[in-house]
């Protein structure tokens, strides 16, 4: 049985897949079935409709951006699609020191960023069923330029080959709840919820 509260450390989950493979949606369903502290990243990239600020991530500008690099406010930080991604460092550790499992949904760049400096946490890259189904979800989901699908789908399959080194578990996203399922056993047997 794992410890609870203060005596036990958190577990940081790193959530990471090609774009429109089913990250958010996964993290959805995980929130059904576990507790845990979903980090919001900063990012550069413009708001998608139905996106709030502060809660799907919060939104800023480059030259905000880039202060809170130098003054070490991100825990990893990446550049994806032309665009800049950050965790935000302190509330991820203070999350951790009480006790919370921390998920962050993340591209490969900040996951190895993360494994290098918080060697405990565990990787998870999510896999499509097939290339052509990624491409249909991510055209599907209506909300991404036809140039920003491009790009996102010409670094999928370079992703997809680092997942097996790089990632402790690699899941399938064919049904969610399955995935969903999945993931909740590999947090289990690593001691968390
Ligand atoms: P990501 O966060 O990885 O970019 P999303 O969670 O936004 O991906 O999902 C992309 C699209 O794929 C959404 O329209 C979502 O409803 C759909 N989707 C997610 N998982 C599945 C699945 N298992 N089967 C079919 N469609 C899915
Ligand atoms: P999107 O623009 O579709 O929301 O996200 C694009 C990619 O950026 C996804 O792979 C997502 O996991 C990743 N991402 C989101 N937040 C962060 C972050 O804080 N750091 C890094 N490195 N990647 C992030």
Do not use: C
Request: aromatic letters at 8%; charged letters at 25%.
């Amino acid at each position: 049985m794992s410890e609870t509260g203060a005596n036990r450390r958190g577990i940081l989950l790193v959530i990471s897949g090609p774009s429109g493979v089913g990250k958010s949606t996964v993290v959805h369903a995980l929130t059904e079935r576990m507790p845990f502290h979903f980090s919001v990243s900063w990012t550069t990239r413009k708001r998608r409709p139905g996106e709030q600020d502060g809660v799907d991530y919060v939104f800023v500008d480059r030259a905000q951006f880039l202060e809170n690099i130098a003054s070490g406010g991100f825990l990893e930080w990446a550049e994806y699609s032309g665009h800049l991604y950050g965790t935000p460092r302190d509330a991820v550790l203070a999350h951790l020191d009480v006790g919370h499992d921390v998920l962050l949904d993340i591209e490969n760049d900040g996951a190895g960023q993360v494994k290098n400096s918080y060697p405990e946490a565990l990787l998870v890259f999510i896999l499509p069923p097939s290339l052509e189904e990624l491409e249909r979800r991510l055209r599907d989901r209506g909300d991404t330029s036809e140039a920003d699908i491009q790009k996102r789908l010409s670094v999928a399959a370079e992703q997809m080959d680092e997942a097996t080194w790089k990632f402790d578990h690699t899941v399938i996203n064919d049904q969610v709840g399955i995935v969903a399922d999945e993931i909740v056993s590999i947090l289990a047997a690593a001691g968390g919820s």
